[in-house]
C-alpha cells in the first residue's frame, strides 16, 4: 500500500478510459517507477507489505500506540470516522447473528448446507462497507454476511443454500457477483466487470474476494496478471482463514505472506489482522480509494480464523486442535469491538440492546423466509438454458409435463378407488 | 452499408507501407459490391468488423488478435480500424481471456474471444462449463452472457499435435451452450453475425482447413439478409440446410467434413447414386426436422465427422434419427468418424480423416440389395 489516506493519486490513468492497451508495456514498466513518483517512496515501500499484518485495535480492545499500528513508509493508516465504526459494529453483530442462525438452520434440516463465516465477520463487513453504490463485489460461497450486508435481502442471499435454485438475488441489480462455489473463478469475472467499466470511463472498482486455499488455483494467478496488465480498479481481497477445509496455510504456500504475491504481478500488497475491523476499514477503505484513483489493482490479505468447520458436513476436529480454535477465541472481532467501542464511549447499554434487536429481526427474518415450504416449478429447469428454449428443451418439458400430469392423474384414480 | 475492413486514416506509423498498401487493397475489394471471390477467413473477418461497427460494445481479444491480425488473420485490420480498445492483445491465458469475458458480458459487453486452437482452449474448460454455460440459468434469466467462443478446430492442415482437435462434442454435451460451425463462406459471415447478436454463449467452430475456401459470395447480399432478418426477428440459428439435394440416401455432416461429404455425393452421382448432403450448421440447437425429413425422404443415412466415433456429435445425430425415423430406415444408419486414437501426427493424419471413399464404402454398405 502506498500513501496515507490524504493523497490523491496525480493523473489517473488520464487517456487510458479509451485505450486499455495501447500503453500496457508502458504500465508494466511503469507501474512502480510511477508511484515511487507519485508517492515519494521507495519500489520496496509501495509493493511490499507492511512488516507485519496492520492492526489498530489489539484483541483486548484497546487502540494499539499510533507507531505500532502502521507506521512504516507507504502504510500509514488513519482511524475511521465514529459514524463509520458504529454502523460496522452494528453489522458485525446482525453478521454473527445471521451466520449462528443459518447454522441452527442447517441443523433443523431447513437448509441444504451453510459455509458459516463465524469468526470471519470482521471481514465480511467491511468488505461491503469499503464499497461505494456504484462498485461491484464478487463473493464466494462463504461470503453471504458480506452479501447480505452489501444490501442484498438475506432470505434472497440464502436462496442458493435453501436448495430451491442455485441463486436468488440478480447480480446486475445489487452489483453482486453470484455466490461462486468453484474457486477463484470469479475473480475474472470481477476482472472483466472492471475491464468494461474502465472502457466506458465510470470510475467503479471492483472488490475480488477469495480464501487462502484458492491462492494455489491458476484462475489466482490469471486475475490477478490480467489486471495488474490492463491497470483495473480492482481489490484482490484474500480471506486467510487458515485452512482450505481441512488442508492448513503451510499446505498451500509458502510465500512470506500471501500479500507478498503482489509482487510478482506489479502491484501493491498489504496484510492486515482480518479481525480488527477497524484496521480493515482503513486498509480496504485506502485500496478502494486508491485502485478508484488510477493506481491499478491492489491485493490486501487478511489474517483470519474460520472458527468453525468447513461446512456442516466436515468434522474440523479430525485435523485442528481445540486449544488452536481457543487461542482465536482470545481474537474475536466482535469482542474487541464491544471493549473499544465502549471503551470510547461511543457504545452503551442501549446501543448495544438496539443493535441486538436488530440482529433478532434479521435473525427472525431467516426463520420465517427459510421455514417457508417454497413451491418449486418443475417446469422451471427448462426456462432458463437459454434465452428461449431449443426445440428439444421444449420436447423435454413437454415430456415431464406429461409424466407430472399421469402421476396427477393416477392418485387422483388410486384415490377414488380407496373411497 | 460502410466498408467492412481498414481505412488507410487510422494505420499508424507501425505499419510497414507493404500493409498499409495491402489494407487499402483490401479496403477497395471490401467495397466492390455484387458477388466476388472471398476466403472463409475473409467473411469471419468481415462479420466481425460489420459487427463492431454496428455495436460499440462488441470486442474482440484473444492471443495474438491486435496488431498480428490472430494466427489464421481472421482479427486482421480490426484492431488498426477500431482501436487497442476494441481488439486487443491478452496475456497469454485462456482461462483469463475466457473469465474476463465473462464479467464484460456481466457489465454491458458483447466480447468475441478467440481460441488459438482448439486444443489450447482446454485451460478454459472451468470457465466455459462452469461460468460461461450456466450463468444465465443460475441467475433464473437475470444474467445474461452474450460471449462468442471463436474456435479454430479440426484438422486436415498438417498441424502438429494438439492443433487439429474435434472439440465440439465437449460443448455440445454443456448444457447452456450454443455450437454453431459453418462449412460455407457465406454461412461463415451469416453465422458469426447471428452468433455475435445472440443473447446466449455461442462456441463457434471454424473449420481451420476451410479457412482459405473461397467462394463467390455477395457480403452486401448478406449485410441485406442480416438487416432483414433482424428486423423480423428471425435468423438462420438452429437450422440445417440442405447441401446437395438427392432421393436415394443422406450424408449428414457439419464443418470440416462437409466439402469431404460433397465430393463423396459428387462421386456417387457418377455411379449413377443420387445422395442428399445436409449440412448441420448449428450442432446446438440441433435441427432434427430438416435432418429427419432428409432420412424419411431417402431411407438410408451416413454421418460424416472429423471427431472420433465414440460418444461423440456424429454418435448422437445417429441416435436422433434413429429414435425419429426408426420405420422409414432401410438399413442401420452409418459413421464416418475419426478412428477411436489421439489425433495423429501429419504424416498420419490422411490415414485417420474420413474421406471420399471411406463415405462411399458406408454407402455400399446400406443394405441396397434387401
Redesign the interface.
Known amino acids: 500500500m502506498t500513501i496515507s489516506a490524504d493523497h490523491t493519486a496525480q493523473q489517473p490513468a488520464a487517456g487510458r478510459a ?5 500503453d500496457n508495456t508502458a504500465a508494466s514498466e511503469n507501474a512502480a517507477s510511477e508511484a515511487v513518483r507519485k508517492f515519494g517512496i521507495t519500489v520496496e515501500d509501495y509493493m511490499l507489505p507492511a512488516r507485519h499484518p496492520i492492526q489498530i485495535v489489539g484483541p483486548d480492545g484497546a487502540l494499539n500506540a499510533h507507531t505500532e499500528q502502521g507506521a512504516q513508509p507507504g502504510h500509514e493508516y488513519g482511524l475511521p470516522g465514529d459514524a463509520e465504526l458504529m454502523a460496522a459494529y452494528e453489522q458485525l453483530v446482525v453478521g454473527r447473528r445471521v451466520n449462528d442462525q443459518n447454522s441452527a438452520l442447517v441443523r433443523q434440516g431447513r437448509m441444504a448446507v451453510y459455509p458459516s463465516s463465524h469468526g470471519q465477520e470482521a471481514c465480511q463487513v467491511a468488505a461491503a462497507l469499503c464499497l461505494s453504490d456504484g462498485d ?1 463485489m464478487f463473493p464466494t460461497y462463504r461470503d453471504s454476511v458480506a452479501v447480505m450486508a452489501r444490501g442484498v435481502d438475506p432470505v434472497q442471499t440464502m436462496t442458493l443454500f435453501r436448495g430451491d ?3 436468488g438475488y ?4 445489487h452489483k453482486v ?2 455466490q461462486c462455489t ?1 474457486l477463484t ?1 470469479q ?11 474502465k ?2 470511463g465510470e470510475d467503479t472498482v471492483v472488490l475480488a474476494m477469495c480464501g487462502d486455499g484458492a491462492t494455489s488455483e ?2 489466482f ?3 490477478l ?2 489486471a495488474a ?1 490492463f491497470h483495473l480498479p480492482v481489490v484482490f481481497f484474500v480471506q486467510n482463514n487458515q485452512y482450505a477445509i481441512s488442508v492448513p496455510l503451510a499446505h498451500q504456500s509458502v510465500a512470506p505472506s500471501l500479500a507478498h504475491k503482489a509482487v510478482g504481478y506489479g502491484m501493491a500488497g498489504e496484510r492486515v489482522d482480518g479481525n480488527d475491523i477497524v484496521a480493515l476499514l482503513a486498509v480496504l477503505g485506502r485500496a478502494v480509494k486508491l485502485a478508484r484513483d488510477g493506481s491499478g489493482p491492489l491485493l490486501v490479505e487478511a489474517h483470519t480464523y474460520r472458527m468453525q468447520a468447513h461446512t456442516n458436513a466436515d468434522d474440523a476436529t479430525r485435523y485442528r486442535q481445540d486449544s488452536e480454535v481457543a487461542e482465536w477465541v482470545a481474537k474475536d472481532p466482535l469482542s474487541r469491538m464491544k471493549t473499544y467501542l465502549t471503551e470510547r464511549g461511543l457504545l452503551d447499554d442501549d446501543g448495544a440492546a438496539r443493535i441486538a434487536e436488530k440482529a433478532e429481526t434479521v435473525a427472525a427474518q431467516l426463520r420465517e423466509g427459510l421455514g417457508e415450504d417454497v413451491p418449486v416449478d418443475p417446469q ?1 429447469l427448462f ?5 428461449a428454449p ?3 428443451l421444449k420436447e423435454q418439458s413437454a415430456m415431464l409435463a406429461d409424466e407430472l400430469a399421469r402421476d396427477a392423474a393416477s392418485a387422483t384414480t388410486s384415490e377414488e378407488s380407496a373411497r | 452499408m460502410s466498408p467492412t475492413v481498414t481505412t488507410s486514416s487510422e494505420a499508424n506509423n507501425n505499419v510497414s507501407a507493404a500493409t498499409a498498401r495491402a489494407a487499402a487493397k483490401a479496403a477497395v475489394e471490401a467495397e466492390k459490391t455484387g458477388p466476388q471471390t472471398i476466403t472463409l477467413a475473409k467473411a469471419l473477418n468481415t462479420a466481425m468488423a460489420d459487427a463492431m461497427h454496428a455495436d460499440d460494445s462488441v ?1 474482440v481479444f484473444g492471443e495474438d488478435v ?1 496488431m498480428l491480425g490472430g494466427v489464421f488473420r481472421i482479427t486482421d485490420g480490426l484492431t488498426k480500424t477500431f ?3 476494441r481488439c ?4 497469454l ?1 485462456e ?2 481471456i ?12 458483447r466480447p468475441v474471444i478467440e481460441m488459438q486452437f482448439d486444443a489450447f482452449a482446454y ?1 478454459a474448460f ?2 466455459i462449463v ?2 460461461v454455460a ?11 452472457l452474450p460471449i462468442v467462443i471463436r474456435v479454430p478446430y479440426a484438422g486436415g492442415i498438417g498441424g502438429v499435435e494438439h492443433h487439429c482437435d474435434s472439440s465440439e462434442a465437449y460443448y455440445a454435451h454443456t ?2 451452450l ?1 455450437v454453431f460451425t459453418p462449412a460455407t463462406v457465406a454461412d461463415g459471415y451469416r453465422m458469426l453475425r447471428e452468433a455475435i447478436d ?3 454463449p455461442v462456441m463457434f467452430m471454424e473449420p481451420k482447413k476451410l479457412y482459405w475456401s473461397k467462394d463467390q459470395v455477395d457480403l452486401d447480399a448478406l449485410r441485406a439478409e442480416h438487416a432483414a432478418n433482424t428486423e423480423r426477428g428471425t435468423s438462420s440459428e ?1 437450422r440445417a440446410a440442405v447441401a446437395r439435394p438427392g432421393t436415394d440416401a443422406t450424408l449428414i455432416a457439419y464443418g470440416p467434413s462437409v466439402p469431404t461429404a460433397l465430393a463423396a455425393a459428387a462421386a456417387a452421382a457418377e455411379e449413377g447414386r443420387s445422395l442428399e448432403v445436409i449440412d448441420v450448421r448449428s450442432i ?3 435441427d ?2 430438416t435432418v429427419c425429413a432428409s432420412v424419411r425422404k431417402t431411407g438410408r443415412a451416413v454421418v460424416i465427422a472429423e471427431a472420433h466415433g465414440f460418444a461423440s456429435v456424429a454418435s448422437e445425430i445417429v441416435a436422433r434419427v434413429q429414435e425419429r425415423c426408426f420405420h422409414h430406415l432401410a438399413a442401420p444408419i452409418r459413421r464416418v468418424t475419426g478412428f477411436d486414437v489421439p489425433y495423429p501426427a501429419p504424416k498420419l493424419e490422411h490415414y485417420y480423416l474420413p474421406g471420399v471413399d471411406r463415405i462411399l464404402d458406408a454407402v455400399d454398405d446400406l443394405q441396397w440389395e434387401d
Not at chain 1, 170 to 173: I, L, N, W
Not at chain 2, 134 to 144: A, D, E, P
Open positions: 479509451t485505450s486499455p492497451t495501447a461491484w435454485w442455485h441463486g440478480d447480480p446486475a441489480k457477483g453470484i468453484p473463478t475473480l475474472l469475472h470481477a476482472v472483466g466487470v472492471a475491464h468494461a467499466a472502457l466506458r491458476g484462475d494467478h490469471e486475475a496478471n490480467f496488465v422451471d426456462k432458463y438454458v437459454f434465452s431449443t426445440p428439444q | 470486442l491486435g482501436g487497442q480498445s486487443f492483445d491478452t496475456p491465458a482461462s483469463g475466457v473469465g474476463m469475458a465473462v464479467g464484460m458480458a456481466m457489465n454491458g459487453m485451460p472451468e470457465q462452469s461460468h450456466k450463468m444465465h440459468n443460475r441467475t433464473k434469466g437475470t444474467v445474461k448444457a447452456g450454443k445472440s443473447d446466449d438452429g446446438v440447437p440441433f432434427d426436422e
